[in-house]
C-alpha cells in the first residue's frame, strides 16, 4: 500500500503519478502491518465474532491498534513519493471512519445497556454492527488492491477501464471460489432448507452479470474493435445460458435439481479468455494459462456435479461429507482469480521487463491462490469448531478406512491379525535382514493398535 497524505511532489515527472524513488522502510513495515490488520486479524474476529467467541473483542482490540500504528507509518514514510489525489488515500477516509464506527458500536454492546429505550437501540447498534463488521474485509480487500495500485503507478488514464475490467473480474472468481468453500463445508444445511439447488443462485448471478456486461463491455455509438466483440458476446451467452441454468435449476415436480450451466459457462469463458489476442509474450502465455485454468474449473465443476455427486446435493445427509474432488475447482478458482488480476497490460510490461518469464510469474500466483485458499479454509474450521457441537466420535474399529470406503475396517484388522501371525512363526529361522524388516512392521503395526479406541 502506499500513503495516504500529500507528500512534496516535486520529484514526480509530468504525467506520472509516482516519483522514482524505492520504497523505503518505512513504508514497507506500514505495508505488512496494515496487511495483517486488515488481511488477518480482523477476518479472524470477524468470524469470532459470528460464533460469539470469548477471543472476539481481544482479537479485534489488536487488530485496531495495529491498524492505528500502520496508518501512522503511513504518513511518515520518505522515499518514493505519490500523488495527493490517488485512490488508496481517499478511500482510507472511508474506511478509517467505518472502522472507527465499528469500535464505538462494539464498546456500546459491550457495555449491555439494555433499559429503557436503550432495549430498541441496542437491536439497532447490533444489527449495524454485525453489517459493518462483514462489509469491513470487503472493504479492507480493495483497499489492498488500491494499495498496490498506487505504489506502482498503475491503472491511470486509458489504463482504468483495463485494470477495473480485470480487478472486479478477478476478485469475482476469488469471492466465488470462497463462497464454494463455504456451501461445501459448513453451508449444505441452509441451501436445502432454501428449497433451491445451488446452481439457481449461481445461474441467477451468471445471467444479471451478462445482462451488465452486454451492455457495458461496448461504448454505443463509438467503433467496434475486436475485443469489444469478444466481450460483448460473452455477456449475451452468459445470461442465454444462465436463463437456462435457472429452468434446470427445478425438476418437472418442482424439487432442486443439479445441473452443468454454471460449469459449462465457466468452461467455455476460459476458452474465450485464453483466446484473446495480446501484443507481448508474456501476456499471451499468462492469458492462455488463465484459460487453461478457467477451463478446468468448468470441467471439474461439472464431473463434481454429475459423477461424484450424481445430482445429489451433497454426499451425506447431513452435509459434512466431502470428496477430496470437490476441492479441485474451488482452488482453480482462486488461481484464475489472481491470474486475471495480475494480467493488466501495465503488469505484464513490468514483468517483460524485470527478466521474469511467464513460468515463474504464474507459479508465484499459483503460490498466493494457496495461501488465499489455506486461509479460508482456517476460517471456516474457525467458525465450524465454536458453531457447531462436537459430534460423537464414531469407533475408530468400524470407521477407520473413511466413508468412501463404507467402513470396512474389518478387511484390514484381519490382514493385521494373519501379518501378526506369521511375523511370530519361526523368528529365529530368518536372515538378520528379514528380522529387521519384520521389527519394522512390528513397530508400524503396534502404531496403528495404539490409535485403535478401547
Excluded at 184 to 190: A, C, H, N, R, S
Excluded at 397 to 418: H, I, K, M, S, Y
Aim: aromatic letters at 10%; proline letters at 3%; charged letters at 15%.
Amino acid at each position: 500500500m502506499a500513503s495516504g497524505h500529500d507528500h512534496d511532489s516535486s520529484h514526480i515527472e509530468d504525467g506520472q503519478t509516482i516519483s522514482v524513488d524505492p520504497i523505503d522502510t518505512t513504508l514497507w513495515i506500514h505495508i505488512f502491518i496494515q496487511m495483517a490488520a486488515w488481511g488477518i486479524i480482523f477476518p479472524l474476529g470477524m468470524v469470532l465474532g459470528i460464533v460469539k467467541s470469548r477471543w472476539h473483542v481481544p482479537v479485534q482490540v489488536a487488530g485496531t491498534a495495529l491498524a492505528i500504528v500502520g496508518y501512522a507509518l503511513g504518513h511518515m514514510h520518505g522515499g518514493r513519493e505519490f500523488r495527493h489525489n490517488n485512490v488508496h488515500s481517499k478511500f482510507a477516509t472511508p474506511i478509517s471512519f467505518m472502522l472507527f464506527a465499528q469500535v464505538i458500536l462494539g464498546i456500546y454492546l459491550k457495555l449491555h445497556i439494555e433499559r429503557g429505550i436503550h432495549g430498541k437501540i441496542r437491536r439497532v447498534v447490533k444489527l449495524g454492527h454485525r453489517i459493518l463488521g462483514k462489509a469491513l474485509p470487503v472493504f479492507a480487500w480493495s483497499q489492498m488492491l488500491f494499495g498496490g495500485i498506487t505504489a506502482l503507478g498503475f491503472c491511470q488514464g486509458e489504463h482504468v477501464g483495463q485494470c477495473l475490467a480485470h480487478f472486479i473480474m478477478g476478485s469475482a472468481f476469488i469471492a466465488y471460489g470462497i463462497l464454494l468453500t463455504i456451501l461445501l463445508l459448513v453451508g449444505q444445511l441452509w441451501l436445502r432448507r432454501t428449497g433451491r439447488s445451488q446452481e439457481f443462485f449461481d445461474s441467477a448471478v451468471i445471467t444479471a452479470w451478462g445482462i451488465v456486461n452486454t451492455f457495458t463491455e461496448h461504448r454505443w455509438g463509438s467503433a467496434w474493435v475486436e475485443n469489444d466483440w469478444q466481450h460483448t458476446t460473452m455477456g449475451v451467452v452468459w445470461w442465454c445460458a444462465g436463463l437456462v441454468g435457472i429452468w434446470l435449476s427445478r425438476d418437472r415436480d418442482g424439487r432442486p435439481q443439479r445441473n452443468f450451466i454454471p460449469g459449462f459457462i465457466i468452461l467455455i469463458t476460459g476458452w474465450a479468455f485464453g483466446g484473446h489476442p495480446q501484443h507481448m509474450q508474456v501476456s499471451a502465455e499468462v492469458h492462455k494459462m488463465y484459460g487453461y485454468t478457467l477451463m478446468g474449473v468448468g470441467l471439474t465443476r461439472i464431473i463434481e456435479v454429475a459423477f461424484v455427486l450424481r445430482d445429489r446435493p451433497s454426499l451425506s445427509e447431513d452435509g459434512r461429507e466431502t470428496s477430496s474432488f470437490q476441492y479441485i475447482p474451488i482452488y482453480l478458482l482462486f488461481a484464475a482469480g489472481f491470474m486475471f488480476m495480475s494480467a493488466t497490460e501495465e503488469q505484464m510490461e513490468l514483468i517483460a521487463n524485470s527478466g521474469m518469464d511467464h513460468v515463474a510469474y504464474i507459479l508465484i500466483l499459483f503460490s498466493l491462490a494457496a495461501l488465499l485458499f489455506l486461509f479460508t479454509l482456517m476460517l471456516i474450521h474457525v467458525y465450524d469448531s465454536n458453531a457447531n457441537p462436537k459430534l460423537a466420535q464414531k469407533d475408530l474399529d468400524t470407521d477407520r478406512l473413511g466413508p468412501r470406503l463404507n467402513g470396512n475396517a474389518q478387511v484390514r484388522d484381519a490382514q493385521e491379525f494373519e501379518l501378526e501371525g506369521l511375523m511370530s512363526d519361526d523368528e529365529e529361522g530368518v536372515p538378520m535382514k528379514h528380522a529387521q524388516d519384520n521389527d519394522s512392521l512390528n513397530s508400524t503395526l503396534g502404531g496403528n493398535s495404539d490409535g485403535r479406541a478401547r
